[in-house]
């Protein structure tokens, strides 16, 4: 008879009260640990401050908050990279497209950055940079350039118009730049660059003492016949330099012949031009 005088009692009063009856967190939580012994069916029969999916819902979260240790984690996983180090972790891969994962990590750590080989993958993944076997092998012109500036040269020819007492005669002159340092080399010139030519230049070039390219590795020029095959034999023998490689566009890197636009490239930026009647370069 209490518990009936009760329920009929609570539910007089609800009707008497025309706006929401509003809980505390305290007062939902008596409610929802009284609700839960007394079971979902008794509860559909008394409960009149809130529906019983409502009432047995506070008991779920009530246990679920007694549970939750997020409020004492003292930090929100691991800290991350910042972008000063991401930046140079990229730029090391790019700069050396044959190292690993392993490699760069000790590389990073003669710099005094702990990293792991997790981290460093995690990062080149971010800016699209691919692993070593694949970034070695689609390195960019400009990638290239970069990281070989100390032992690159590029050589092209420029013409002069001389008069002579025989006319006005074209000159062919055979120059030598080194990327790295700007330094100009004006090997030779000739109304006729042929075979015997410019093997004479060539080996001018490549003597130990004082050649413009002892210090090189890398001989840039373009396909123009004047730079025969006897000419690209004689640098490679003097440096014992490997045959040329692939770059991701296809061109070749090494002695040979390297690109068709290869004047362009590598002198055309640093004031050597074409010349539009002959195909050739000379300065401005």
């Not at 009856?21 to 009149?48: C, F, N, Y």
């Not at 246990?63 to 991350?80: E, L, M």
């Not at 008069?163 to 330094?183: A, C, E, Q, W």
């Not at 490997?242 to 070749?252: I, Q, V």
């Amino acid at each position: 008879m209490r518990n009936e005088y009760l329920a009929a009692e609570n539910r007089i009063l609800k009707g008497q009260i025309k706006t929401r009856v509003q809980l505390s967190d305290a007062e939902r939580a008596t409610l929802a640990e009284i609700a839960h012994r007394l079971g979902r069916k008794s509860l559909e029969e008394i409960a009149v401050s809130a529906k019983p999916e409502t009432i047995l819902g506070w008991y779920r979260k009530l246990i679920a908050n007694k549970f939750d240790g997020s409020k004492a984690r003292r930090t929100h996983g691991r800290p991350g990279i910042d972008e000063e180090t991401e930046s140079l972790v990229v730029r090391m891969a790019k700069e050396n497209p044959s190292w690993g994962y392993d490699r760069m990590v000790g590389a990073m750590a003669n710099l005094g950055y702990k990293l792991s080989d997790q981290t460093v993958g995690n990062i080149l993944g971010r800016h699209d940079v691919a692993p070593a076997p694949k970034r070695k092998h689609t390195t960019s012109w400009k990638d290239f350039i970069r990281t070989h500036l100390d032992v690159l040269a590029g050589t092209d020819f420029l013409t002069v118009e001389v008069v002579t007492l025989k006319g006005l005669i074209t000159y062919y002159v055979l120059f030598f730049i080194h990327l790295g340092s700007r330094k100009v080399c004006l090997a030779g010139m000739t109304p006729h660059p042929d075979e015997e030519w410019m093997k004479q230049m060539a080996r001018n070039l490549t003597l130990k003492q004082w050649g413009f390219l002892g210090n090189c590795r890398y001989l840039l020029h373009d396909r123009d016949g004047k730079f025969c095959p006897s000419f690209d034999e004689i640098i490679e023998s003097a440096f014992n330099l490997a045959r040329p490689g692939k770059t991701n566009e296809g061109d070749e890197l090494g002695l040979a012949c390297i690109a068709a636009r290869a004047s362009h490239d590598f002198f055309g930026p640093m004031g050597w031009g074409r010349t539009p009647e002959r195909g050739t370069s000379r300065p401005h």
